[in-house]
């Protein structure tokens, strides 16, 4: 358990799994998101330590992110999202610790690399940059500066296709 200003992070356990499909639910239009992640947890890309909420005091979880293994070209890396907080608790920084303790924990496990698909002005502030300058593209068309790249130590960020688990449908 680590702690990151005002919020308290984990790693998911079983008990969890309810509560983090909530959240999931929540935040986003559709149930995709967390059937993504209901689905990820039975695919060979789930790595257990890598699916983290943040929780106020009260140990209520509230944010969510996830990271899974994905490849650029032939090169293991992992794939951040989905990202979600309960609406009632959005921009309190609740889903900025949930990432900055699910790349902890990837950094920690020994990973290098971490792909995201997301707002271009919202993952910069955790290291990510335009994935494209590294030669980093996917297999479907996406804003250019939707995709970004992160090296969580001084590896050099590889160049290729990334390559999503099979829920994605990518």
Not at 37 to 52: E, M, N, Q
Not at 115 to 134: D, K, M, W
Not at 147 to 153: G, I, K, N, R, V
């Amino acid at each position: 358990m680590n702690s990151h200003p005002g919020w308290i992070t984990r790693a998911e356990t079983d008990a969890d799994i309810p509560a983090i499909r909530e959240i999931n639910l929540a935040a986003f239009d559709t149930a995709e998101e967390a059937d993504l992640v209901d689905a990820l947890r039975t695919d060979s890309a789930w790595i257990d330590g890598l699916s983290i909420f943040s929780a106020g005091p009260d140990g209520k979880p509230v944010g969510y992110a996830l990271l899974t293994r994905c490849h650029v070209d032939d090169t293991p890396a992992l794939c951040l999202g989905p990202c979600a907080v309960l609406p009632a608790y959005q921009k309190t920084g609740a889903g900025s610790a949930a990432i900055r303790a699910a790349l902890e924990a990837a950094e920690q496990a020994g990973e290098h690399f971490v792909i995201v698909l997301g707002h271009p002005a919202y993952y910069p502030r955790f290291g990510f940059t335009r994935a494209s300058e590294y030669g980093i593209r996917l297999s479907i068309d996406v804003p250019d500066e939707a995709l970004m790249a992160l090296s969580l130590d001084s590896e050099q960020l590889p160049s290729g296709t990334v390559r999503y688990a099979a829920p994605f449908g990518i």
